[in-house]
T-cell receptor, first 110, second 113 residues
């Protein structure tokens, strides 16, 4: 994932909000995604946003996209211990392939 | 529906040995993918198949071969395993690539000694 960068770790207290950040380099990306990987499992799609949108909200999840700065963020409200996982952002350019970031390990402590 | 299944779950090889990782999906998806996951490097695409009968190289294809046996199955072969191929391997599939959600298998953890 050299085109998509994320910080490796984030630690938050249960009940607080988590914000996971991602930067990408290709301004022609059409869709941007957030995937979640729980321990010992494959990735599962959490949410996605079209590149012509600034924000998307889905229950506890809020995705913000700043195209000018090529910055994507995922906010998880009221973070729970079950949210502990690795979160990957990914970009797509209307091709067959996704480009994944390095992943951010979210740890939620009581 | 089982989704995407992979076998085996774990494998230990000696340098130079060969093996094939199996992947199957029951969602009638056209596109299938093989990724490897290494600490601090995220997922890197090894090979993909946009449709039955076609395969293309991804970011890190060296040392691997693939076969799209039919629409359901996509296998990954290591002809002569090297320690650098120690990794977790994921198979994924989607309807037609691009914007579609990719569905992932549970992964194969491979160690090459």
């Amino acid at each position: 994932g050299e085109d998509v960068e994320q910080s490796l770790f984030l630690s938050v207290r249960e009940g607080d909000s988590s914000v996971i950040n991602c930067t990408y380099t290709d301004s022609s990306s059409t869709y941007l995604y957030w995937y979640k990987q729980e321990p010992g499992a494959g990735l599962q799609l959490l949410t996605y946003i079209f590149s012509n949108m600034d924000m998307k909200q889905d229950q506890r999840l809020t995705v913000l996209l700043n195209k000018k700065d090529k910055h994507l963020s995922l906010r998880i409200a009221d973070t729970q211990t079950g949210d502990s996982a690795i979160y990957f952002c990914a970009e797509s350019k209307n091709t067959d392939k996704l480009i994944f970031g390095t992943g951010t390990r979210l740890q939620v402590f009581p | 529906n089982a989704g995407v299944t992979q076998t085996p779950k774990f494998q230990v090889l000696k340098t130079g040995q060969s093996m094939t990782l199996q992947c199957a999906q029951d969602m009638n998806h056209n596109s299938m993918y093989w990724y490897r996951q290494d600490p601090g490097m995220g997922l890197r695409l090894i090979y993909y198949s946009a449709s039955e009968g076609t395969t293309d190289k991804g970011e890190v294809p060296n040392g691997y071969n693939v076969s799209r046996l039919n629409k359901r199955e996509f296998s990954l072969r290591l002809e002569s395993a090297a320690p650098s191929q120690t990794s977790v391997y994921f198979c994924a599939s989607d309807e037609s690539g691009g914007i579609d959600e990719q569905f992932f298998g549970p992964g194969t953890r491979l160690t090459v000694l």
